[in-house]
Nanobody, 126 residues
């Protein structure tokens, strides 16, 4: 399984970025996909998740209304559109694949996703 994340960069506060994560080596259309982030000195933090069909999405409170997760099963790619970015959003962002449906109690937990990408750095300047 390979997950290739891209789209990170340096942006000013209030700006936007769109992260992409291309997957291969798994049955992409069958599994929940997630985005996590890790700021310096902190643990992995759940950001967003999307079920296999794309009909159900979940967000951590701090990004709800600003970030949008979506997926294109034909392209085996998951996206994270990030708007109204703040310096507190600065982190390495990781996409994660469950490879199967994830129950609601586990979708925000890193252990719910066996497969992880390499991460892409997002830096928001004030």
């Amino acid at each position: 399984v390979q997950l290739q994340a891209s789209g990170g960069g340096l942006v000013q506060a209030g700006g936007s970025l769109r992260l992409s994560c291309a997957a291969s080596g798994l049955t992409f259309s069958s599994g929940t996909m997630g985005w996590f982030r890790r700021a310096p000195g902190k643990e992995h933090e759940f950001v967003a998740a999307i079920r296999a069909s794309g009909g159900n999405t979940f967000y951590t409170d701090s990004v709800r209304g600003r970030f949008t997760i979506s997926r294109d099963n034909a392209k085996m790619t998951v996206y994270l559109q990030m708007n109204s970015l703040t310096p507190e959003d600065t982190a390495v962002y990781y996409c994660a694949a469950a490879g199967q449906p994830v129950i609601s109690s586990r979708f925000c937990l890193p252990k719910g996703y066996p497969h992880w990408g390499q991460g892409t750095q997002v830096t928001v300047s004030s």
